[in-house]
Structure formats: structure tokens, C-alpha cells
């Protein structure tokens, strides 16, 4: 990838990652120094990453800050967010990457934030899946941005615009509503019509008129009467 020449760039943004510090062992003693892992963007799609070592921290910032500004890489970007998902790889570091709606935010910790933050994406969602070293999780972010395709790429080899590859960004025909009402309406009239049918059919049956429902019910014989005997005299 082409370098990019910081001095092109306006309102570079530096940030300190990680401060670490370490100890080497001589024959007379240790001697202790200092690691510092730097991020710098100008938050407009333009992002790099360096390490610095020195005996001070802040002579080991200002390496890190000039490494960093040799690894400035462009961002393709779809208004606030990607263009589409990545997983970036370094090391055993795995960093996934994924487009997300306006108003979601940056959704990363630690070091991917900053690289994210960095290079002016405001909305992403994002998961490490591998190492939580903060030294490869940074290089896998930074390989996952590099794998980034711009979108009329992408909207050229899929025959579709920019704007489509977003799916909140899709803007609808101005008759789409009213195809889509029409649609619906012709699904629902055999439906209706099927539901109707056993009603209809119902109501066209003749009504069973009262002789047929009456049974007759044989009279029940009266037994005769019984004759009382003659009181005796």
C-alpha cells in the first residue's frame, strides 16, 4: 500500500495504547525501559500504529508517535460506519469488524477503540476472538481496515449503488408502498374468499321446519279406574 505522507495530514491525534515497562539484566545490574505502543488518526479515515522503546517514557512516546505516522493507512468508509464486515488477523489475535447503524457507536474496548476512534468510524461493532494482547489485538484492527474494500468496489461487482450495500441507508421507490399494499391485498383474497365459502354455504341451507323436528310422542293410556268396594251393611 502506497505510504501516506503525515504532512499532508491535518489534526493528527495521538494516543498512548499501552505503556510497558521492562527490565534487561546485565552483568552489573538491570537496567529498566520503557515500551510504548501509539495510535495516531486525524479522525477523517487515516489511522496508523507504532512502538516506541526507550529509557524514558516520553522519549519512548515520541518514537512510537514517528513509527506510528510511517504506518498511516486510508480507511474506506460509508458515511460513519464500514462498508462491510472484515475479521483482521495477527499473530493469534483475531479482531471482527462489522458495519453498524448511525447512533450505535463505537462497540470496542481497549486498543481497537482507539484504532477505530483514531481513524474517524464512529459507528462499528466489534469483537476480539483470539489473543487480548494489546500489541497484536492493535495489528489485527489495523489488518482488518486494510482489508476494507470501498463501496463503489463492492456496489460495482454486485451490480448495486453505494447507498445499497447499507441496508438502513436502502431508499425505497416512491411506489413501493403502494406495489407492496397491492401485493398484499391479492394474497389476502383467496383467503378470504376460502374463509367465506362454508358461511355463505350456511346461509343458502333451508331452514328444517317445526313438523320435522317435532317427533310424536305416543299418548300414554290412562289406566281405568279402579271400583271401590260396597261398604258393607
Known sequence: MRRIDPNTLSNLEERVVRINRVAKTYKGGRTPSFNVLVVVGDGNGHVGAGIGKAKEVPEAIRKGVEDAKKNIIAIPRVATTIPHTVIGQAGASEVL???????????????????????????????????????????????????????????RARGKTAEELVPWQRERKPGAAVEESAAEAAEAAPQAEAEAAPVAEAEAAPAPTGEAETSEIPATETPAAVAEPAPEA
Open 97 to 155: 469488524l462489522k458495519p453498524a447503524a448511525p447512533g450505535t457507536g463505537v462497540i470496542a474496548g481497549g486498543a481497537v477503540r482507539a484504532v477505530l476512534e483514531a481513524a474517524g468510524v464512529r459507528d462499528v461493532l466489534s469483537k476480539s476472538l483470539g489473543s487480548g494482547n494489546a500489541i497484536n489485538t492493535v495489528r489485527a484492527a489495523m489488518d482488518g481496515l486494510q482489508r476494507l474494500k470501498y463501496a463503489e468496489q463492492v456496489a
